[in-house]
């Protein structure tokens, strides 16, 4: 399982979509791809055009995005008190925290962002 960050969604959608071949790659190997209602606002947010949406929808429905719940939550507050530099970067980690909770591995493009956390597994798409 793979939980993709907003820098992965943007940049496989957007402009040039240079990680798009890594996420089509992912697909046609049968990995799942995993959305967390986190990520979905973010990207929602965004200044969208019409066909990247589109993209999204198809590639990963709004629908089947995976809640922020209680387990995450409880997973992002442990985070966030044993982390350095823990202020400001509250949506990160609890993104970080569903990949745990998930047991799942997350793509980004900034893993600066993540390299702190413990016991994440983190990588670049691909």
Not at 30 to 55: F, H, K
Not at 105 to 126: C, H, K, M, Q, Y
Request: aromatic letters at 6%.
């Amino acid at each position: 399982m793979i939980v993709l960050d907003t820098s992965v969604l943007v940049d496989a959608l957007c402009g040039d979509m240079d990680s798009e071949p890594a996420v089509r790659s992912a697909v046609t190997r049968g990995e799942q791809l995993i959305l967390p209602s986190l990520v979905l606002y973010e990207w929602l947010r965004g200044p969208r055009q019409p066909r990247e949406l589109d993209a999204q929808e198809s590639l990963l429905p709004s629908d089947r995005a995976l809640p922020f719940g209680p387990d995450e939550a409880s997973e992002a507050a442990h985070i966030y008190s044993t982390v350095g530099r823990a202020r400001g970067r509250e949506v990160d980690l609890a993104i970080a925290a569903c990949a745990i909770t998930w047991n799942a591995e997350l793509w980004t493009l900034n893993l600066a962002d993540f390299e702190d956390i413990p016991g994440l597994r983190v990588s670049l798409p691909g």
